[in-house]
């Protein structure tokens, strides 16, 4: 059985940075792809990064320059580097593990940034 599990989040002001963990378990053969998504209240889950187990990560536009993503060497671990950090990033923030056409999600964290 898979387990993805986040962790890192908290209140933080604007400007500040945080870092987000999420480690992903049950998977023999690893995961092709693991990537974070947020949900603001009242808004849809939208795609923050992505990282897969080869070549460049990417960001969504809203992110680019001050997030970070990256995965440990053996790929099942994952980070989220936030700096920089604007109330607007103010979500649950989720992680998300993907093996060929499955996918997990994590239960979510919460990042709230104050002004």
């Known amino acids: 059985q898979v387990h993805v599990v986040e962790s890192g989040g908290g209140l933080v002001q604007a400007g500040d940075s945080l870092r987000l963990s999420c480690v992903a378990s049950g998977q023999t053969g690893g995961f092709d792809v693991m990537a974070w998504f947020r949900q603001a209240p009242g808004k849809e889950r939208e795609f923050v990064a992505a990282?897969?187990?080869?070549?460049?990560?990417y960001y969504a536009e809203s992110v680019k320059g001050r997030f970070t993503i990256s995965r440990t060497n053996t790929k099942n671990t994952v980070y989220l580097e936030m700096g920089s950090l604007k109330p607007e990033d103010t979500a649950v923030y989720y992680c998300n593990a993907r093996y060929f056409t499955d996918e997990y999600w994590g239960q979510g964290t919460q990042v709230t940034v104050s002004s």
């Open positions: 990282r897969r187990n080869w070549g460049s990560p």
